[in-house]
């Protein structure tokens, strides 16, 4: 584990996250997202994005693979209603032999190793938690440790973003902190060619037919203001094509339309609800007409 000596102090750094995420469509929110981070002369400093939309949109996708784009190393730091100011900076933690060791936060990493910072979910932290990170979101760019005793500034490449679900379960941002998280950029739902690109990049496996029924499905929940999204899409494609070839018979089942339809609306009751099923039994009748 690397460390690094900051007025005395001894950090542990965590290691920059290695995850296979690739941003699919939507080449403007990428350059939205980076423009942020730009910095136009001495006097200037990246502002702060923040990506909001509904849950399964891709804004953890978006902000990692922009940073990536970057060639720089990207930290997430999954944020919850329990997330304290110490777990943003320094925790401390018993070592071997009862010594103290100050483990540095995926945050404070990225800000001395010049990486991008993702706060995922900031929404969900309370003010107390977010008030330890406002002197990093301005032009001071650093944050102060009381339980290492130690102010850590940011490398002059260090980039930060937060996501934010767009939903009741989080808190408000105080407008001291809502004024630092500049620009908001939203993720919306992609468009079909989009939506079905996405799915054949995460479903490399999965048969043209199953993707464009799901396809159908998520534009039809889009048209009717669901809240459904690709990636719930894509755990129902999963789901259905593992019935599929668990099922005694796998090799008809994957012939039958039919078939597939009612394991695909089988996994929309079991992952969303049973409403969702009734998107996929249009789409059946839809053939069944036709024939």
Known sequence: METVIID??????????EVPMTWVGQPDLVTQVQAAWLVLGDEDFPLNPRLVGKPGVGKTTLAYHAGRSLNKPVYLFQAT???RPEDLIVTPVISEGGKIKYMASSIVSAMIKGGVAVIDEGNRMSEKSWASLAPLLDSRRYVESVVAGIKIKAHSEFRLCTTMNDDASTFELPEYIHSRLQPQIYIDFPERDEELLILRKN?????????????EFLQAAHDADERYSVRDGINIARYAMKRVASSANPEPANEDPGVILNYLREAASLILDEGATAYFNEILDEMTDEQ
């Open 8 to 17: 005395g102090v001894e950090l542990h750094l965590t290691e920059p996250d």
């Open 203 to 215: 479903l490399p496996f999965a048969d043209d037919e199953i993707l464009e029924y799901v396809v």
């Open 81 to 83: 209603m329990d997330t």
